[in-house]
């Protein structure tokens, strides 16, 4: 995997990696917690999400951890794919009717 | 099931105008909220509504609006428009009432103020 710990704008990955894409959220107390991925020209698609009382959800070769102790957020996709190439966002929520996102990570797969 | 729709896709406005832009959601979802993507500010919340009342707003100035119908479509309205203004402007939609949950986007409507 690339890139743990800290949130990079940019994340290159060779086709077949595993990527790690990271993110700090600001609000502790902040209950909801969710990855879209927005391709060129497209609004952000669902990839995963997960509540505070969980550290760890796994979906179709994504995984999301998340650390409540140091507010952090991670996205974990197994085999990346050319089509996984696009910019990332976490977002988290305080039950309060709205999204806040975070700056986006691109990752571009290198064949 | 049809998508959340946003119309129009493409506008092209000059400053002092306004503009107002529709959304559909998915049938059945009563919560619409809608964002405002640039490539500097991110994303960032608009407003939500659930049965034709706001819920929350975000931090834009008055000349920014809304309303949602009997219906779930919603509208919003930019008045006395401002370079700045130009991004593209998403419309989410929910299924859920009482949380915070997956937000359903449209594909936006990406605004131009000359």
């Known amino acids: 995997g690339e890139s743990v710990g800290l949130h990079l704008p940019t994340l290159s990955v060779q086709e077949g990696d595993n990527s790690i894409i990271n993110c700090a959220y600001s609000?502790?107390?902040?209950?909801?917690f969710i990855w879209y991925k927005q391709e060129s020209g497209k609004g952000p698609q669902f990839i995963i999400d997960i509540r505070s009382n969980m550290d760890k959800r796994q979906g179709q070769r994504v995984t999301v951890l998340l650390n409540k102790t140091v507010k952090h957020l991670s996205l974990q996709i197994a085999a990346t794919q050319p089509g996984d190439s696009a910019v990332y966002f976490c977002a988290e929520s305080v039950n309060d009717y709205k999204l806040s996102f975070g700056a986006g990570t691109t990752v571009t797969v290198r064949a | 099931k049809a998508g959340v729709t946003q119309t129009p896709r493409y506008l092209i406005k000059t400053r002092g105008q306004q503009v107002t832009l529709s959304c559909s959601p998915i049938?059945?979802?009563?919560?619409v909220s809608w964002y405002q993507q640039t490539p500097g500010q991110g994303l960032q919340f608009l407003f939500e509504?659930?049965?034709?009342?706001?819920?929350n707003k975000g931090n834009f100035p008055g000349r920014f609006s809304g309303r949602q119908f009997s219906n779930s479509r919603s509208e919003m309205n930019v008045s006395t428009l401002e370079l700045g203004d130009s991004a593209l402007y998403l419309c989410?939609?929910?299924?859920?009432?009482?949380?915070?949950?997956?937000?359903?986007f449209g594909e936006g409507s990406r605004l131009t103020v000359l």
């Open positions: 989410a939609s929910s299924p859920h009432r009482e949380n915070t949950g997956e937000l359903f």
């Open positions: 049938s059945g979802h009563r919560s």
């Open positions: 509504y659930f049965s034709e009342t706001q819920r």
């Open positions: 609000n502790s107390a902040s209950d909801y």
